[in-house]
Nanobody
């Protein structure tokens, strides 16, 4: 099992920045990649950004150029730096970790962007 704990969400004005953190514990050696997803009210959960063990990253088109995913392997932590936030970025953000056989979710952290 892998446990994921997110932090860093909050309320910010449009144009502002936030940094989310996701700490992993447990069978972290089994993890192949990690990422961030988000779910807004009434919408499906969507991928925001992902990063593999070799550092390759990918982003949703809606956040390219504004969000940056990174990882600190020594701390078993993945970060999501979010800049130039927009009201449409408002959602619960979930950390995700994938192994060869399954994937794990954190409890989510709320991000609210006011206009």
């Amino acid at each position: 099992q892998v446990q994921l704990v997110e932090s860093g969400g909050g309320l910010v004005q449009a144009g502002g920045s936030l940094r989310l953190s996701c700490g992993a514990s447990g069978r972290i050696f089994s993890i192949n990649s990690m990422g961030w997803y988000r779910q807004a009210p009434g919408k499906q959960r969507e991928m925001v950004a992902g990063i593999t063990n070799d550092g390759s990253t990918n982003y949703a088109d809606s956040v390219k150029g504004r969000f940056t995913i990174s990882r600190d392997n020594a701390k078993n932590t993945v970060y999501l730096q979010m800049n130039s936030l927009k009201p449409e970025d408002t959602a619960v953000y979930y950390c995700n970790a994938r192994s060869s056989y399954t994937h794990y979710w954190g409890q989510g952290t709320q991000v609210t962007v006011s206009s």
